[in-house]
């Protein structure tokens, strides 16, 4: 239990359809974060939310959608995916306002684009 | 921009010392983490060095030289449930709260 959870663990959509992926921090964390793991490729940023600023990574695509209603709740809104959006996609929060290196990372919600 | 290299693989046995190796490129260098993840967990955070030199935590030790922008991961040790994928992280540039990650390093531990 590393004190963020996503959910769905698991989810399967076809190119069509519109979903949410949601995140919850319990940590009391002022700084959450979007990652996507694809098969042998970085871990890569997509979102960040913190108290001061959202920093969005400007090669998102606009079918991935992010909402950030109070700093411990994050979701990422999915809709027209394309089946290279298949992936693991990482939750991560953190506190402070200088970077210590440590984020605490969900386990994960894996996407299958069909 | 940045990056960060290490090796894909590495194999090692149960009770030995293996190192993972991270070079990195960056504009600012504010500090090094490692992170380590097991298949279908979450990445799980091991060390940072912001400063020179080598820091031990219990089996787990990371060095750091910011003039050859380089470090390591040092295991010692080694345990079967050590299999995992070790991650080199820096601070991102574009927003330095967040992490820039390598490509990660699988360790295989045989018996």
């Known amino acids: 239990e590393t004190g963020v959870t996503q959910t769905p663990r698991h989810l399967v959509m076809g190119m069509t359809n519109k979903k949410s992926l949601k995140c919850e921090q319990h940590?009391?964390?002022?700084?959450m974060y979007w990652y996507k793991q694809s098969a042998k490729k970085p871990l890569e940023l997509m979102f960040v939310?913190?108290?001061?600023?959202?920093?969005e990574n400007n090669s998102v695509p606009s079918r991935f959608s992010p909402e950030c209603p109070n700093s411990s709740h994050l979701f990422l809104h999915l809709h027209t995916l394309q089946p290279e959006d298949s992936a693991l996609y990482l939750c991560?929060?953190?506190?402070?306002?200088?970077?210590?290196?440590?984020?605490?990372f969900g386990e994960g919600s894996r996407l299958t684009v069909l | 921009g940045q990056s960060l290299e290490q090796p894909s693989e590495v194999t090692a046995v149960e009770g030995a010392i293996v190192q993972i190796n991270c070079t990195y490129q960056?504009?600012?260098?504010?500090?090094l983490s490692w992170y380590q993840q097991h298949d279908g967990g979450a990445p799980t955070f091991l060390s940072y060095?912001?400063?020179?030199g080598l820091e031990e935590t219990g089996r787990f030790s990371s060095f750091l030289s910011r003039s050859d922008s380089y470090g390591y991961l040092l295991l010692q040790e080694l345990q079967m449930k050590d299999s995992a994928s070790y991650f080199c992280?820096?601070?991102?540039?574009?927003?330095?709260?967040?992490?820039?990650f390598g490509s990660g390093t699988r360790l295989q531990v045989q018996p």
């Open positions: 991560a929060s953190s506190q402070g306002t200088r970077n210590t290196g440590e984020l605490f």
């Open positions: 940590l009391g964390h002022n700084a």
């Open positions: 939310y913190s108290l001061e600023e959202r920093v």
């Open positions: 960056t504009s600012g260098f504010y500090g």
């Open positions: 060095n912001a400063l020179d």
């Open positions: 992280a820096l601070p991102s540039a574009g927003g330095r709260r967040a992490l820039t």
